[in-house]
């Protein structure tokens, strides 16, 4: 089993910086692909970003294209993201996922969310 673990969400005013972090333990070698998803209050969730197990595979949303930034750290089995020039739209629980690929339904672990507000 993998678990993961969220947290550094919290109240931000708008154009703040937030970074979030995502520890996996359990048996990560069996997932290639880390990734951030967001949900806003009444809607679905939707993608952020993932990173691929070689790092320079990343991918965004273009929502958050050169303001959000995920990285990894392979000894801390750690996913972050540093998030900033944060706007009120970006208010969200943000999920850490684990899986096959970036897409939703490949992600097959799952974190419990830390919750993002922004203040405008």
């Known amino acids: 089993q993998v678990q993961l673990v969220e947290s550094g969400g919290g109240l931000v005013q708008a154009g703040g910086s937030l970074r979030l972090s995502c520890v996996a333990s359990g048996r990560t070698f069996r997932f290639s692909v880390m990734g951030w998803f967001l949900q806003a209050p009444g809607k679905e969730r939707e993608f952020v970003a993932a990173?691929?197990?070689?790092?320079?595979?990343?991918y965004y949303a273009e929502s958050v294209k050169g303001r959000f930034t995920i990285s990894r750290d392979y000894v801390k089995n750690t996913m972050y993201l540093q998030m900033n020039s944060l706007k009120p739209e970006d208010t969200a629980v943000y999920y850490c996922?684990?899986?096959?690929?970036?897409?939703?339904?490949?992600?097959?672990?799952w974190g419990k969310g830390t919750l993002v507000t922004v203040s405008s």
């Open positions: 996922a684990a899986g096959r690929s970036p897409t939703e339904g490949d992600m097959n672990y």
């Open positions: 990173i691929g197990y070689a790092a320079s595979n990343t």
